[in-house]
């Protein structure tokens, strides 16, 4: 048997274990003629787990209808957000600091979104974490 034909990529950021045919589900896949329903129950499906987390997902559009998909690892800043118990980040990064992130604690996030990351060394990993926690007015105590 061949291998499908890939049609398209769809990306969307959806909170773990509660898609619904809602925006921005129903009307990404709609446009391709994907079966709406059957995406929202496979997804909340497998990252029911990880209920509270916002989830990259990417789903692969096949010309005959059909879709796969993969999810990956809460985005930095969530991360990040989480782990401090913030709402939001800074609006004036520089001037305003809204918390302090350990060493352990940016290590800990570089870990868990390493798969993600275009890098397998977790040093190079950690330099991206304190990047993402700069720019969002969050301290680094070392």
């Known amino acids: 048997m061949a291998a499908k034909k890939i049609k398209t990529y769809i990306k969307l950021n959806i909170p773990a274990g509660s898609a619904t045919a809602a925006p921005p589900v129903g009307p990404a896949l709609g446009q391709h003629g994907l079966p709406i329903m059957e995406f929202v129950k496979a997804f909340n499906e497998r990252t029911a787990q990880k209920q509270g987390n916002i989830l990259p997902v990417v789903i692969t559009v096949y010309e005959d209808r059909t879709f796969s998909f993969i999810t990956k690892e809460p985005p930095v800043a969530e991360m990040i957000k989480k782990t401090l118990s913030l709402e939001k980040g800074s609006g004036n ?26 890098t397998k060394n977790v040093e190079a990993a950690i330099k991206i974490v304190e990047g993402t926690a700069r720019s969002m007015g969050v301290k680094i105590s070392s």
């Open 93 to 118: 990064a520089l001037k305003e600091p809204v918390g302090t992130l350990s060493a352990a604690q940016i290590k800990s996030i570089a870990e868990a979104k390493l798969p993600d990351l275009n």
